[in-house]
C-alpha cells in the first residue's frame, strides 16, 4: 500500500500565506467604515439590543418607569435617517441627533424586549457599547472583522491541503457583495455568513482527523455552532443540516467503534442549535403567520403558491448584489452581480462533472431548503417574494451548496482549476468587490449624484480617525485582490503537489487515490 502525506505550505511559502489574513482584514476593514451608523439592515434594532445586551446599565440602557420598553441613547436608534432615499446622504444625520445625541429615548425595538434572537450576539457585542456610538459601532464592526478572518484562518491551517479549496472558493465567489458588508457590519447576519461556509467543514475535518488537529477543529466546530446558531433562529436549522452533511461525507470510510463514538459530537452540537432555536421567538412568529405585515398581498392560496415557487431564484441570487444594499437604497452596477453570478455557476457546474449518491444527497437536500423555507415562510404570512424573506438570510445555505457540489467523488480528481481559469475567476471577484465597496461609500457620502469622485466639500465622513474615502477605497480594492492571488497561488501550488502524487501512484500501479484519503492514519475516504 502506498502512503500517501499531505502537503504543507513550505517554509518560504509560509510569510506569504501568513500574510493573506492581514491583507484580508485590511479588505474587510474597508468595508465596516464604507457605511455610516446604520447602514446595515435593521442596524436601529441591532445596535440598540448591544447596547442592552448585558442589562441595565445607567447611560446606555435602562428599563422606562413604566415597563413598556428600554430607554436607549438617540444615536442608536435614530441615525437611519436616510433609510430608503438614495437621494439623501448620510449627513441628515447630524440635523437628526442635534447637539445631545446620547438623549435617552423609549423603545420597544429591541431584543431584550422583543426576543426575536438569541441573545448571545448581543451579550457578546455589549461590552462595546458606550456613550460614543459611532466609535462602538466601528469597533463591534472591527471585531467582527476579525473574528472572522481569525476562523477562517485557523481552519485553513488545521484543514488538510485537499480541503482547503472548499473553505477558500465557495466563500470568495459567493460574499460579493452582501456577504462582506454583513461580515463587517454590526447585523448578526455577519456570524450566520461565516458559520455557513465553515461549519460542516470544521466537523468534516473533525471526523476524519486524529490527534491535535481533531481537537483543534473540534472547538472550532463548538465555536462555529454556537455564533451561527446563537446569531439567527434560521442558521441554527442550516446549522443540523451542516452538521449532518459532515456525517454522511465521513462515513465513506471505515465506520469501526471510532466512527461511532465520534458521531456523538455532531449529535450534542444539534441538540445546542436545538436549545438555542428556542431562544429566539422570530422564527416562531414568521411560522405562525404573526410576521409584521403578513396577510397584506394581492395573490393568495394556489396563485401566491406558483408566484412564489417561479421567483424565490431572486432570493439566492440576491446576496450577489441583484438585491440593493443596506436600506434597499445602495443599488450595485451590473458588472457586480452579473460577475458573481458568472463565478458561482462556473464553479458549480464544473463541481457537478463527478457525482455519488452521498453528493447527490447533499446537493438535494440544500437545494430543498433553499426552496421549502423561504416559500413556506410566504406561505404561511400570505406574502410575495420581496417581502419578509431578505436574500441574506439564505446566503449561508448558498455557500454551503456551492461547497458541496466541489466535492470530489471517489477515485476521481479533486475540482482542478489552470492558472488562467484560477486568476482570471480572481480578475472577476476583485472587480466586483472594487465596484461594490466604491458604489456603497458612494452612496453614503454624495448619494445618488452621478459622476465619478467619492466626496465633495462638506459631503458625509466619519468625523476623526478614519482616513480618506478615496483611501479606504483604493486600501480595500488593493488588499483584497493581494489576499486573493496570495489565496490561489497557494491553492494551485497544492493542486499541482496533490496531482503528481497522483500521477506517480498511477504510474506504480497504485489504485489509491489520495484525494479520497482522510488525515488520519487510517485514511478515511472521501464522498461517494
Not at 70 to 83: D, E, G, L, M, R
Not at 174 to 186: E, K
Not at 403 to 415: C, D, E, N, Q, T
Request: aromatic letters at 10%; charged letters at 10%.
Amino acid at each position: 500500500m502506498t502512503e500517501f502525506r499531505h502537503t504543507r505550505p513550505g517554509r518560504s511559502r509560509l510569510p506569504l500565506l501568513l500574510l493573506a489574513p492581514l491583507l484580508l482584514l485590511i479588505a474587510l476593514g474597508s468595508w465596516a467604515v464604507a457605511s455610516p451608523v446604520g447602514g446595515a439592515p435593521d442596524e436601529n434594532y441591532h445596535i440598540a439590543s448591544i447596547w442592552c445586551g448585558a442589562g441595565d446599565r445607567p447611560g446606555l440602557c435602562e428599563t422606562a418607569p413604566d415597563g413598556a420598553g428600554k430607554w436607549v441613547p438617540w444615536a442608536t436608534i435614530a441615525s437611519q435617517c436616510y433609510a430608503f432615499h438614495p437621494e439623501i446622504t448620510a449627513n441628515c444625520q447630524r440635523e437628526v441627533l442635534g447637539s445631545d445625541p446620547n438623549h435617552l429615548v423609549t423603545t420597544d425595538h429591541v431584543n431584550s424586549t422583543a426576543h426575536f434572537y438569541s441573545p448571545v450576539y448581543y451579550s457578546v457585542m455589549s461590552v462595546f457599547a458606550s456613550s460614543d456610538v459611532a466609535v462602538s459601532v466601528i469597533a463591534v464592526r472591527l471585531l467582527n472583522v476579525v473574528i472572522f478572518v481569525a476562523i477562517i484562518t485557523a481552519l485553513y491551517l488545521l484543514l488538510p491541503s485537499r480541503r482547503r479549496p472548499l473553505l477558500v472558493v465557495p466563500m470568495a465567489a459567493t460574499l460579493i457583495p452582501w456577504g462582506l458588508f454583513l461580515v463587517a457590519s454590526v447585523n448578526p447576519s455577519g456570524w450566520a455568513v461565516l458559520a455557513g461556509g465553515t461549519l460542516w467543514l470544521a466537523m468534516l475535518g473533525f471526523l476524519e482527523s486524529s490527534g491535535r488537529r481533531r481537537i483543534g477543529l473540534g472547538v472550532l466546530a463548538a465555536l462555529i455552532t454556537v455564533m451561527g446558531a446563537g446569531a439567527r433562529p434560521d442558521m441554527a436549522v442550516y446549522a443540523v443540516v451542516a452538521l449532518g452533511a459532515a456525517v454522511l461525507i465521513a462515513a465513506r470510510g471505515p465506520r469501526g467503534r471510532r466512527f461511532w463514538l465520534s458521531i456523538a459530537y455532531p449529535a450534542a452540537l444539534s441538540l445546542v442549535c436545538f436549545l438555542l432555536y428556542l431562544t429566539a421567538q422570530q422564527a416562531t412568529a414568521w411560522q405562525n403567520g404573526a410576521a409584521p405585515g403578513s396577510g397584506g398581498g394581492t395573490l393568495h392560496g394556489r396563485e401566491l403558491l406558483l408566484r412564489n415557487l417561479l421567483d424565490v431564484p431572486l432570493l439566492w441570487f440576491g446576496s450577489f448584489g441583484t438585491w440593493p444594499l443596506g436600506w434597499n437604497d445602495v443599488v450595485m452596477p451590473a458588472v457586480v452581480w452579473v460577475g458573481m453570478m458568472f463565478v458561482v455557476g462556473a464553479v458549480v457546474f464544473m463541481g457537478l462533472a463527478s457525482m455519488g449518491w452521498r453528493k447527490a444527497v447533499l446537493l438535494a437536500v440544500a437545494a430543498a431548503a433553499l426552496i421549502v423555507l423561504p416559500v413556506y415562510l410566504l406561505q404561511r404570512n400570505d406574502m410575495e417574494v420581496g417581502a419578509l424573506v431578505h436574500p441574506r438570510y439564505l446566503l449561508p445555505l448558498v455557500t454551503m451548496f456551492v461547497g458541496f457540489a466541489m466535492l470530489p467523488v471517489g477515485g476521481k480528481k479533486p475540482l482542478a482549476l489552470t492558472r488562467v481559469q484560477a486568476y482570471g475567476i480572481v480578475a472577476i471577484l476583485s472587480i466586483a468587490n472594487a465596484v461594490a465597496l466604491y458604489s456603497n461609500i458612494k452612496r453614503y457620502t454624495l448619494g445618488n449624484v452621478t459622476g465619478l469622485r467619492l466626496t465633495a466639500p462638506g459631503s458625509w465622513w466619519w468625523e476623526a480617525g478614519v482616513p480618506h474615502p478615496l483611501i479606504v477605497w483604493l486600501l480595500g480594492s488593493a488588499t483584497f485582490i493581494a489576499a486573493l492571488s496570495l489565496l490561489a497561488h497557494e491553492l494551485l501550488t497544492s493542486q499541482s503537489a496533490l496531482h503528481a502524487q497522483l500521477s506517480r501512484l498511477a504510474g506504480l500501479g497504485g489504485r489509491e487515490d489520495p484525494s479520497a484519503q482522510g488525515s488520519s492514519p487510517r485514511g478515511l475516504a472521501n464522498t461517494q
